[in-house]
């Protein structure tokens, strides 16, 4: 059974101008998520700047967030690092809060080999129970896991039971789900890419736009599990420009820029992510107001 169907969001963190998590104000955003439709909530994973939080603020969100939430929807903890042993500290505290998975993202910066790779997942899924997650996102990782590797680890690792993959790459999509065979559960990674993802049996999304728009990412998804994909297909195009305008700077600086705009306060982001520059913010207002959400 999987983790969760259909759109789920990676979640902003939410600062204080000092820099200091606005916890306040993540409560608030959590709960709007949640009346708004979404069907997860993913904490700590890159839109949620994790990368730039200390060890103690990182777990603490992780638990505030599975308090707040109290089940309502599931909860899935990014854990993931560049260091094995960071990332098996962090899923095994994780663990200890009642969160419901783990996303675990390719290691940065190191380039492992596939056999690395494949040593680190599992390293990592021994030491807890909790179903997980692989997140493919080279783009960012300089890193990519092949589907060799990743239907080897759902195979031979129990608890390892999905992926995120925001590859970019179809074909390779294309290529894990034949060899998979259905024992992996398959996310799109891209909020441009979710009903190609779905088409190929994908369960949903780990979306950014939900966070500026919940309820139109469940509705891509649950027009296409419904039978409506030419319902579902209309949606995903019609969040094309706004797709393009949230991610003409790297993530996660368009979306808090977006949410401040709708007057939600997300805060700035942590360095080195700057300000977003004048003419995107207006290529981003312009989106926001065409896509109706502003």
Not at 148 to 162: F, H, P, R
């Amino acid at each position: 059974m999987a983790i969760f169907k259909g759109a789920g969001v990676a979640i902003v963190t939410p600062f204080h101008e000092d820099g200091s998590i606005n916890y306040e104000k993540f409560e608030e955003l959590v709960n709007e998520q949640i009346a708004g439709g979404t069907d997860a909530i993913i904490v700590c994973g890159t839109t949620g700047e994790a990368s730039t939080l200390t060890h103690e603020e990182h777990l603490d969100l992780i638990r505030f967030c599975a308090e707040k939430v109290n089940g309502r929807v599931p909860v899935i903890a990014g854990t993931g690092s560049n260091c094995t042993k960071t990332a098996v500290y962090l899923s095994t505290e994780a663990e200890k809060y009642g969160v419901d998975g783990l996303l675990v993202v390719t290691p940065y910066y190191n380039k492992a080999t596939q056999k690395g790779l494949y040593e680190h997942f599992k390293t990592i899924a021994d030491s807890v129970k909790l179903p997980i997650i692989l997140y493919n996102v080279p783009g960012r990782t300089g890193c990519n896991i092949l589907p060799q590797t990743v239907v080897k680890l759902c195979t031979e690792v129990s608890n390892i039971v999905a992926i995120k993959e925001a590859s970019g790459n179809i074909s390779q999509v294309v290529k894990l789900m034949s060899l998979a065979g259905g024992r992996l559960d398959l996310y799109s990674g891209n909020d441009d890419q979710v009903v190609p993802l779905l088409s190929l049996g994908g369960k949903g999304v780990i979306s950014v736009l939900s966070n500026v728009a919940p309820g139109q990412m469940h509705d891509i998804c649950q027009k296409f599990f419904d039978g409506d994909i030419e319902g579902s297909m209309k949606e995903q195009l019609r969040a094309i420009e706004l797709y393009d305008a949230i991610f003409s700077e790297v993530n996660p600086i368009p979306v808090k820029t977006a949410l401040n705009l709708m007057g939600k306060n997300a805060g700035p982001a942590h360095m080195p992510l700057s300000e977003m520059e004048p003419e995107n913010v207006e290529k981003l207002k312009k989106a926001m107001i065409n896509y109706g959400i502003l």
